[in-house]
């Protein structure tokens, strides 16, 4: 065998898995966007309701924004790029981290227009910014939208190596944005009945989701085996 | 069986001495074997084509060698490197039988997003839209074009950069003749010095490129072989005059030609002189059957 094969380092495809998760998936980031902007716009003039339920509800249209990732996975998986990417040696690891990466920027694009609107309409309407907002962003807006859509395209990748190549409503990508409504709704329903521990629910549940999306992480090799990534063609 | 007693002086270049070693190797799909106990070394430049009914197995061998596919046992080595080294996947193209052209990008971005994966330069991607006269289409997006433009595209990308071995799996499938005969005199030259494993279903064109041949069958090697090596059960020659002739009356036809069956090529030139001497003006003479063909029987 000789000397040890020296190291040789693989380009990210981040940018570029980016972009192209914005193009195939300029659709939802539209659609997100548009729903949050009117969303949050009418919050905004609700005044304190837009720091309540208006946050809370934010890491929803995150999550109908966030697919490209999901996209562009079970696009390239159905065209055959995957194989020519395990040929070239990039990593199951690599391309679900990208996949997960470019939902998470199709998901900032949304929530940053979610939360411009929905600052603009809060001030507009006479009131005023308080340490209070930062916090509920802080802490549970951008939080659990990221770990919702990290978990939702992890289980999206995994689910659709696992199965046939498909597309449509019955298929991974069909059903992901149910899966990354639920846990934000649990959240929801949960603070609603039980209020005065609305805080300490919603950080319980971003560290149940941070737990879970983990697990799912570690057992990436297992889940996304290469022969699982080629087309059926 | 094995691939090295092939005979002959081996043809090495002083760049492409790779050595693509196959043993033993057991490979399939999750749980699903495929392949069984192929062993073969190839370590010479040349065009070897890979053959096989479908099923036999060609796309698994292809996808186990490019280290797509793990092997359940075996190994594939490359210059005693195994394939799942970063080292040997860089001596190694594989061109799949799907484009693999990534969606929502233009001709010139898909084939920047592949110079990208192989550390190819901007340049390269010039280069090969020139060499596989595809600028025209280098602004267009890959879902706007027609099959045959899919598949040069996806052909050019294994021109980004130079590598010793070339997987190619039926790189002229959904062509018109005129570019797969464009793309086979492209690999006729890059055979010259690197290694090119080939599949195909056009047993003409296999034979046409083909130096040695590799069939597969039910999973298992089953020859390997120069293609000179490989001789019908029946040789028949078709004979097509210049004008009618009662000379070949009595022979059996198919279409304008004469059939005459012979036990082997070297009978050929002998029939060729006993018919002009008997006036008949030749035009072609041609072998009828393929070769190839029984093998996929």
């Known amino acids: 065998m000789g000397a040890p094969a020296p190291t040789v380092v693989l380009p990210s495809l981040l940018g570029v898995t980016v972009r192209r998760a914005m193009i195939v998936g300029r659709i939802s980031v539209l659609v997100g966007g548009g729903m949050v902007a009117i969303y949050s716009a009418g919050f905004g003039f609700g005044g304190a309701l837009f720091l309540s339920i208006g946050a809370v509800v934010l890491p929803i249209f995150a999550v109908s924004g966030g697919l490209g990732g999901a996209m562009v996975f079970t696009n390239d998986r159905m065209k055959g790029v995957l194989e020519y990417l395990v040929a070239y040696g990039v990593s199951p690891r690599r391309i679900l981290m990208n996949a997960i990466l470019a939902s998470l920027a199709q998901a900032t694009v949304v929530l940053l227009i979610g939360v411009a609107a929905g600052t603009t309409t809060y001030l507009i309407s006479g009131n005023t910014l308080t340490w209070r907002f930062p916090e509920v962003m802080l802490l549970y807006t951008f939080p659990m939208s990221y770990l919702t859509v990290s978990l939702m395209t992890t289980v999206g990748v995994f689910w659709t190596s696992l199965s046939s190549p498909r597309t449509g409503m019955n298929s991974p990508l069909g059903v992901l944005p149910l899966l990354g409504v639920a846990p934000t709704a649990a959240v929801l329903v949960l603070a609603l009945t039980f209020s005065a521990y609305a805080q300490q629910i919603a950080l319980a549940a971003e560290l149940v989701l941070a737990v879970v999306l983990v697990n799912l992480l570690l057992r990436t090799n297992r889940l996304m085996p290469t022969d699982r990534m080629l087309s059926s063609a | ?297």
């Open chain 2, 1 to 297: 069986m094995n691939g090295e007693p092939l005979g002959g002086t081996p043809v090495r270049d002083a760049g492409t001495a790779a050595t693509l070693v196959c043993r033993s190797l057991d490979s399939g799909y999750h749980k699903t074997p495929v392949l069984h106990d192929i062993s073969f070394t190839v370590d010479r430049p040349s065009i070897y084509v890979v053959l096989g009914p479908n099923g036999a197995g060609k796309t698994t061998l292809f996808r186990t060698i490019a280290g797509i596919l793990r092997p359940t046992s075996g190994q594939v080595l490359i210059d005693g490197v195994p394939i799942d080294q970063q080292t040997s996947r860089d001596r190694l193209h594989y061109l799949s039988h799907v484009d693999g052209m990534p969606d929502g990008l233009t001709v010139r971005e898909s084939l920047d997003f592949y110079a990208r994966v192989e550390r190819a330069s901007s340049a390269d991607v010039d280069r090969v839209l020139d060499q596989l006269q595809i600028r025209e289409f280098s602004k267009t997006f890959i879902s706007q074009l027609s099959a045959g433009q899919r598949k040069r595209v996806s052909i050019a990308r294994i021109f980004l950069r130079e590598r010793e071995i070339y997987l190619l799996d039926e790189p002229t499938a959904n062509l018109d003749p005129k570019v797969a005969r464009e793309i086979r005199t492209i690999i006729l030259e890059l055979a010259k010095d690197r290694i090119v494993l080939y599949s195909s279903h056009n047993l003409f064109e296999a034979r046409e490129i083909g130096r040695y041949v590799i069939t597969l069958k039910g999973g298992a090697l089953t020859l390997f072989d120069r293609m000179e090596n490989v001789r019908s059960a029946h040789f028949v020659v078709g004979v097509r005059t210049l004008e009618p002739t009662s000379a070949l009356a009595g022979w059996e036809r198919s279409g304008d030609y004469y059939l005459h069956e012979f036990s082997g090529p070297e009978e050929v030139p002998a029939l060729i002189r006993d018919l002009e001497a008997r006036g008949v003006k030749i035009r072609e003479v041609r072998e009828m059957e393929n070769p190839l063909e029984e093998l996929f029987t």
